[in-house]
C-alpha cells in the first residue's frame, strides 16, 4: 500500500467517525469536500454549542475534513470575546475578533447606563492587543431591525465610532454588522474614516451599496443568506463584487444555507455556500479545477483580510 492510498484510507476513517458523531447529535450531515481548501471568515463556536451542542473541538474537526482549514471566531460582548481570544490562542486553525456588538451595546446602556458600556469597551481594546492571533474589531456596527428607538440607535452609532477608532489605533481589521442601516454605515464610517481593511460581515445590501464599499477598498462577505430565494438583490451584490474582494462565511450558528436551511450551522457547511456563490459568478462547480481556483480565490482574499501584519496584506499569509 503507497503512502497516497494509506492516507485516503486514514481521511475516510476519519471522516466516517465524524459523521456518525454528528448523527448522533442530531446535525446535518458533512457536505462533499472542496477541492481546495477555504476560510469560514465569521464564526460563533461558543454561541454554536450553546444552540446545537456542536463541541468546539469536533467543530473544528468537522470542517477540515470537507476543507475549511480556518476560522474566524467572532466576539459580541466581554464574555465572548475573551473566549475568541483564549480559543484562537490555543487552536492554530481559528483566529479571533472582539467587540460589544451594537445591540448588545445599545441595551446594555439602557438597562445600566453608558459607564457599564465603557468598562466593556476598554476591556475590548485591551483584548484587541491581547495577542498576536486577535486579527480583528468586531462584529461592531448598526442594526436598525432590531433596535428601533432613535435614541437606541444614536448610541449604536456612537459606539460604532469608538470601534472604528480602536480598529485604526490598533491595526486591526473592522468586521461590521449592518442591518437595515447601509447609508447610517456608510456615514459613520465616512466621518470617522475607513479603516485599510473593513469587512462588511453577512452582506445584505444591494448593488449599489456593494459600490460604495468597493469604493472603500471593503471586502463583502456572503452567508448562507445569499443562497435563500428572496435575496436576490444580495446575489446582484455578488455578482457585480470583483472576484478579490469575496469571503465567505457562516455566522454560525445562524443563517444555514440552502439545503440545510432550518438546521442548526456550523462551519462544516460553509461548503454548500462556496458552491452557491461559485455557481451564481457563472463557474460550473463540477468543474474540480475551476471550483479549486475559486476557494483559492476566497481563501487567499481571507488572509489578505485577516493578515497578522501589514506584509500579509500584501503577500496573503495568514
Avoid at 106 to 122: C, L, Y
Avoid at 179 to 188: I, K, P, S, T
Amino acid at each position: 500500500m503507497d503512502i497516497t492510498t494509506r492516507e485516503g484510507i486514514m481521511a475516510d476513517v476519519k471522516r466516517a467517525e465524524i459523521e456518525s458523531q454528528l448523527s448522533k447529535a442530531k446535525l446535518p450531515a458533512l457536505p462533499e469536500p472542496l477541492p481546495a481548501l477555504v476560510t469560514d471568515n465569521h464564526t460563533h463556536a461558543d454561541a454554536t454549542v450553546e444552540f446545537s451542542g456542536l463541541d468546539p473541538e469536533l467543530n473544528l474537526s468537522a470542517a477540515a475534513v470537507v476543507g475549511v482549514h480556518h476560522i474566524v471566531e467572532v466576539g459580541c460582548d466581554q464574555p465572548s470575546s475573551e473566549w475568541a481570544v483564549d480559543f484562537a490562542a490555543t487552536h492554530e486553525q481559528v483566529v479571533a475578533a472582539v467587540a460589544l456588538h451594537p445591540n448588545d451595546g445599545a441595551r446594555m446602556a439602557a438597562r445600566q447606563g453608558p459607564e457599564a458600556v465603557n468598562d466593556v469597551m476598554r476591556r475590548i481594546e485591551q483584548l484587541a492587543t491581547a495577542h498576536e492571533r486577535v486579527r480583528a474589531v468586531g462584529e461592531t456596527g448598526l442594526d436598525y431591525f432590531r433596535i428601533q428607538d432613535p435614541a437606541g440607535q444614536a448610541f449604536q452609532r456612537e459606539l460604532f465610532a469608538r470601534h472604528i477608532e480602536i480598529a485604526q489605533r490598533t491595526g486591526r481589521a473592522l468586521v461590521i454588522h449592518d442591518r437595515d442601516a447601509h447609508a447610517d454605515v456608510a456615514a459613520v464610517l465616512d466621518e470617522h474614516g475607513w479603516p485599510p481593511r473593513t469587512i462588511l460581515h453577512c452582506f445584505s445590501g444591494d448593488a449599489e451599496f456593494a459600490a460604495t464599499c468597493l469604493e472603500h477598498d471593503a471586502w463583502l462577505s456572503f452567508a448562507g443568506s445569499v443562497t435563500f430565494k428572496a435575496n436576490g438583490a444580495v446575489r446582484d451584490a455578488l455578482r457585480s463584487t470583483p472576484a478579490d474582494k469575496v469571503l465567505v462565511e457562516t455566522d454560525a450558528p445562524y443563517l444555514t444555507p440552502v439545503p440545510m436551511r432550518g438546521r442548526p450551522n456550523a462551519p462544516y457547511l460553509v461548503p454548500h455556500t462556496v458552491r452557491f456563490l461559485a455557481a451564481a459568478r457563472g463557474i460550473e462547480t463540477s468543474d474540480e479545477q475551476a471550483l479549486a481556483a475559486w476557494c483559492r480565490r476566497l481563501d487567499a482574499n481571507t488572509s489578505r483580510a485577516y493578515g497578522s501584519n501589514p506584509q500579509a496584506i500584501v503577500t496573503g499569509t495568514w
